[in-house]
């Protein structure tokens, strides 16, 4: 990310540091003034099966989303139905915390559908972002 490496993290390994995250983070809010720094995290359990989160940072709280265990039909969009959801979730108003769990949750579903567009509903998407704690998508 934009030169930056978080100690402890090896992505081809799935392991995820999230202190290294979160300094990273502080580091690139400080160098380019962003409003927020937020990215994706995949864990890979095997090519079909990944743990799927994100964390943000808005220059005063670093927050981890919840966890989400995918079996993958199609990885394709991901990372779009990500961007987008977090960028609906702001539009609406939501904190960066509310936001950034619509996002994930959004992208989750998005994993689930063969295909590059997500072609779930806002209703679909709350109500995972809002159900129970276990991040299991049920599709």
């Known amino acids: 990310m934009l030169g930056f490496k978080p100690a402890g993290t090896d992505v081809t390994k799935g392991d995820l540091a ?3 995250y979160e300094d990273i983070f502080k580091r690139m809010k400080e160098r380019f003034g962003f409003r927020y720094v937020v990215s994706s ?3 890979s359990i095997s090519a ?3 743990n799927w989160s994100a964390a943000i940072y808005d ?5 981890h989303s919840r966890t989400y265990k995918l079996h993958i039909v199609d990885r394709v969009g991901g990372g779009d139905s990500f961007a987008a959801g977090l960028i609906c979730g702001l539009m609406d108003g939501k904190s960066g915390k509310e936001a950034l769990e619509f ?5 989750a579903l998005k994993h689930t559908i063969p ?7 806002r209703n679909e998407v709350l109500a995972l ?10 599709r």
Do not use: I, K, M
């Open 18 to 20: 999230l202190a290294g």
């Open 41 to 43: 995290l995949r864990e």
């Open 48 to 50: 079909s099966d990944n």
């Open 59 to 63: 220059g005063n709280e670093f927050y």
């Open 103 to 107: 996002a994930v949750a959004a992208s």
């Open 115 to 121: 295909g590059d567009f997500n072609c779930v509903t």
């Open 129 to 138: 972002a809002g159900g129970d704690g276990s991040g299991r998508v049920q």
